[in-house]
């Protein structure tokens, strides 16, 4: 929880906005990968990253090794991004790291 | 997206009693997680398995949770005796290895409660 921080921790969108969801770490991470957990509790992977951009439809994500930090961006909003989304960072290791993730409820 | 199987969805258990947890990585994939995640969203890692050998575990999961990824069957995470503070989400998640093997694959959980 501490080592990986997360904001905003709710978003409440309307369908067609933009938004931006950004995650910082205190530790050296080698790579980043993005989940969206939607209302059934299943995890749905979004991004694996090693520092760079990348694009999936709607969604772009960036990491930026060297600042320790990585951003989703969220591109003409829908209702089925509603969902809480988890950035985890790997630093080496065994395990990712979770942050405690972003809310994000898109309306009509 | 993820084709990691977790059963049951669900399990209901009283303080003292066993419960257990079953979880069919995604086929080719050696490595295998188990993670508690809370009502506040936290993820806590419990133990993780390449093969059939255990990597890595916390304290507490070697003192309270008998786990296994026997080959040919399920792997299990199951707890020996249930505590109030044990309610949670149990995920499962598997990866492969080579090039891509660090990408997590997540099952849809098992929900425990302990009443």
């Known amino acids: 929880g501490d080592k990986v921080k997360q904001s905003p921790s709710a978003l409440s969108l309307q369908e067609g906005t933009n938004s931006a969801l950004r995650c910082n770490f205190s530790?050296?991470?080698?790579?980043v990968q993005w989940f969206l957990q939607n209302p059934r509790g299943s995890l749905i992977n979004l991004f694996y990253l090693v520092p760079g951009t990348k694009e999936n439809g709607r969604l772009k994500s960036t990491f930026n090794s060297k600042e320790s930090y990585s951003t989703l961006h969220i591109r003409d909003a829908q209702l089925e991004d509603s969902g809480t989304y988890f950035c985890a960072p790997y630093q080496g290791g065994r395990a990712l790291i979770f942050g405690t993730g972003t809310t994000v409820s898109v309306s009509p | 997206n993820s084709k990691v199987i977790q059963t049951p969805r669900y399990l209901v258990k009283g303080q003292g009693q066993k419960a257990k947890m079953r979880c069919i990585p995604e086929?080719?994939?050696?490595?295998v997680f188990w993670y508690q995640q809370n009502k506040n969203n936290e993820f806590k890692f419990l133990i993780n398995f390449q093969n059939q050998e255990v990597l890595q575990q916390i304290d507490m999961t070697e003192k309270r949770f008998s786990a296994e990824c026997p080959s040919n069957s399920p792997c299990s995470l199951e707890i020996q005796s249930s505590e109030a503070g044990d309610s949670a989400l149990y995920l499962c998640?598997?990866?492969?290895?080579?090039?891509?093997?660090?990408?997590?694959?997540f099952g849809e959980g098992s929900r425990l409660i302990v009443v």
């Open positions: 530790i050296a991470a080698t790579t």
């Open positions: 998640a598997s990866r492969g290895q080579g090039a891509t093997g660090n990408t997590l694959y």
């Open positions: 086929k080719g994939h050696p490595v």
